[in-house]
Structure formats: C-alpha cells, structure tokens
C-alpha cells in the first residue's frame, strides 16, 4: 500500500479511511541475506527509508525524547535549588509514577476505541503546553514547589493516555516482517534522549538556567506534532463491542500465555535484577567513589541499551523469539551477578553496559511479540498494561534490592538478585515450555 496517498490528514470534506493492517502486508525482502556484513551488523534503517509516516514519527519522537529528559533533569535541579532537600527531589518520581500507573491502564483501553492518531495528537499537544507553563513558571521566578509537581503529574498523565496510542500505531505503518528492526529503531531514540538529553540539559540550565530546557522542549513538540499530524486515521481494526474495558485487556493477557511469559520474564529482570538504588552505595563501598562514580553507573546501562540497538541488524534473523527473550534476560542476570562479585569500576561499568545491551534485546522481541501476536483491537490495552510494568516493576526492584541490602550488604543484594533473575528465567522456561518453541513466522499469543 502506497503512503503517498496518505501524506496530508483527512479533511472533513472527505471521509477517513483506516490503512489495512500492517502484519501480512509486503513479502519479506530476500535479499537482506545478501547484504554486505557492515549492513547485517549495525541497525536495519529498511523501516525508515521504506514507511515516510513511520519516519516521519520515528523522527519526531527521538527529538521530543531528547527534550523530554532534558525538562526531567531541569525539574529536578528545580526542586533541590528551591528547597535544599534530596527527599523534596524524590518526590517528583512519586508525583510522576502514580499518574502512569492509574492513566496507563486507561490510556490502553482509550486507545482501542478512538482514532490512535488524534489521541497522540491530544497527548502531545498536552505535553508540549506543560513545557510551556513551566518555562513561564521559570521566566517568571515563582519559585512554588507544588507547581513543579503538579506539572509533572499532568505531564505523566498526558504521556501515559497517549503512550500505549502511539505504541500501537506501529504494525500499522510498517510491515510485519520489518517489526523487528522498527523496535530497535525506537530503542534507538529512546535511549538517545536517555544519553543525549541529559547532557545537553545540564549544559543549558548551567549556561541559561532551567527555563532554556523547558523552551527547547517545548520547541521539540513541534516535530512530534507535524508527524502525528500527517498520519492517517488510525481507529482500531476488528469488531468492538462498547466501550474497551481495562478488565478485558487484563483477561485477554492473563488468557495468553506467550505474551504474559513475555511480561513475566520482563517482571524478573526488573524485581529481582535491577540494583539502581544501591548504586550511591556501591558507589562508595564498592569503589570508594562519589557523586561522579554513581553517574557513570546510572548511565552506563543506557550506553550498553543504545549500542545494542545501534548493532541490532541481526534481530530481523530471528524466528525463536520466545528463546531470544529468555536468553536475553539470563544474560542481563549474569552480567548483574557479576557485576556485585567483581569490584572493578571499568569492569563493573562494562558489565552493566552488557546488562543495558541485552536489555534493548529483550524489550525488541517482547515488543515484536506483543505487537504481532495479538489483534489490533487489544494493543492499546497491552500497551497500557505494559507502561504499568515498566513503570512499577523498577520501584518494586528498588524495594527489593534496598530490603535485601538492609539485612545482608549492596554486594549480596546484587549478586542475590541476578541470580534469582537467572532462577525465575528457567522457571518459566519449565512452566511454558511452548515459549520455547514460539516462531516469528506463526505467531501464537
């Protein structure tokens, strides 16, 4: 199906018209085997020279991911700059998590009854006005501390009604066979804001203060917008029956074991392998470091998760995704295991880039599998379901790692904890053996 025909949205002289669904459409290219090894080894771009929408989207969001972490990092300086307090500063992860927990779940099932492109278009349109206010806020100098989380509480919630939106667009902008590449291609601009946006944060709010972030992100809006706005209408295929209920994306989960062994295996990477609380700690008593040494931890796995997409080109090769999944999730164990038995900075630093990099790999087939595998009519649903775990499953890892460190030491709790991640792989493994054998060719949820 031609995109050209797609390129200016639906006026209201003429009706909408919903794209045929992306999986099944196009024959898989047969001469990517053939390709020349440095083309295999790095990420395959086929999605975005192919599919000018999802190029377009792509595009735009990896400037508004950039400029996202750049408002993250301006809000929390913010708030340590008006009060002093690091708990005052804790507290906007809490004002931003409860809103992704409550509105991701409904955000899901909004989007499996309305038309995904104009929910994006809200849900951007949303986000780019709370750049704006704080950006006022901070010309202004109000210098109130509940307009900062009040802000970061719409923000989360405009992300999360739309997020699961925008997330299950995909399949419908590029063909089945490209899923594979158009997830690392995501991780890609995902874990560029996570790297990038960051750094050049620090360096505007040094250079100019807060409210240079605050506008830049603003600006970045403006190229997820324009790609949103030339999508075509994007209501959900399939018979609806009513209104999408949260409920019946939970049974439909609960109902299909591949997918929930996908977020089971997932939940133990994050449970029992995700050691980020400790790392002031290890900062200290593994390394004798500081402030500068937690750094380098909190980002090393983002460096590791982007290198891996950068080098994905292999992905699209793989059938048994069931078994990349596992696979992947083991390694992230191990490398956390041995992260808190090796007490080598440099080492310890590569390890959790290992640990990042098979990450990226996990979430590419999980994403794949969800994506393909289920109906058009329950992705926004699934979608939701998984910004709940993403966003839980790594507080519930702080939990866990910060108990287990109480009672014994951080190193314990680390090497304890990749180790059960490793344990509950093979669990799994043993409960759903038919995870295993899933093929990328015959999708079954």
Not at 38 to 63: I, M, T
Not at 314 to 338: C, N
Request: aromatic share 8%.
């Amino acid at each position: 199906m031609s995109k050209d025909q797609h390129s200016t949205p639906p006026t209201a002289a003429e009706p909408e018209q919903d794209p045929a669904p992306g999986p099944g459409h196009g024959p898989a290219p047969e001469a990517a085997a053939d390709a020349p090894w440095y083309r295999r080894a790095f990420a395959d771009l086929s999605p975005l020279r192919e599919n000018p929408d999802y190029r377009r989207l792509w595009a735009g969001q990896a400037v508004s991911s950039i400029g996202q972490q750049m408002t993250a990092v301006a809000v929390s300086v913010q708030v340590y700059d008006l009060t002093g307090s690091a708990f005052a500063t804790g507290l906007v992860g809490i004002f931003s998590l409860v809103p992704l927990v409550a509105f991701g779940l409904y955000g899901g099932a909004i989007a499996d009854t309305v038309d995904r492109r104009r929910l994006g278009l809200l849900g951007s349109a949303g986000l780019a006005v709370v750049s704006a206010v704080l950006a006022a806020q901070a010309l202004a100098g109000l210098g109130l501390v509940a307009v900062l989380y009040a802000a970061v509480a719409v923000q989360a919630g405009f992300f999360a009604i739309s997020s699961p939106a925008r997330s299950a667009m995909i399949p419908r902008l590029v063909p089945s066979h490209q899923l594979p590449a158009a997830n690392a291609l995501n991780t890609v601009s995902m874990n560029l804001g996570l790297t990038v946006g960051p750094m050049l944060g620090g360096v505007l709010i040094g250079a100019y203060g807060a409210q240079a972030a605050y506008l830049v992100d603003t600006v970045a809006f403006t190229a997820t917008l324009y790609a949103m706005w030339r999508l075509p209408a994007m209501r959900p295929l399939g018979e609806r029956k009513g209104r999408a209920s949260v409920l019946d994306g939970l049974r439909f989960l609960r109902e299909q074991p591949n997918l929930r062994t996908s977020f089971l295996a997932d939940l133990a990477a994050m449970v029992f392998g995700m050691p980020r609380a400790l790392f002031p700690a290890i900062a200290v008593t593994f390394y004798g470091g500081d402030a500068g040494t937690v750094g380098l931890l909190v980002s090393a796995p983002a460096v590791g998760a982007l290198i891996g997409a950068l080098f994905s080109g292999w992905v699209g090769r793989v059938h048994r995704q069931g078994v990349a999944v596992l696979a992947a999730v083991t390694a992230w164990g191990l490398a956390i295991a041995a992260f808190g038995a090796l007490h080598n900075l440099w080492l310890g630093l590569l390890l959790l880039a290992v640990a990042g990099c098979a990450d990226t790999v996990s979430m590419i087939f999980r994403n794949t599998m969800m994506q393909v595998a289920a109906p058009d009519e329950m992705r926004g649903r699934l979608q939701g379901i998984f910004i709940v775990v993403v966003a839980g499953g790594p507080r519930l890892g702080d939990f866990e790692s910060g108990s287990v460190a109480a009672l014994t030491n951080p190193a314990t709790s680390v090497i304890t904890g990749g180790l059960a991640c490793v344990a509950a792989v093979f669990l799994l493994a043993a409960r759903r053996p038919a995870f295993l054998t899933y093929d990328a060719r015959h999708p079954t949820p």
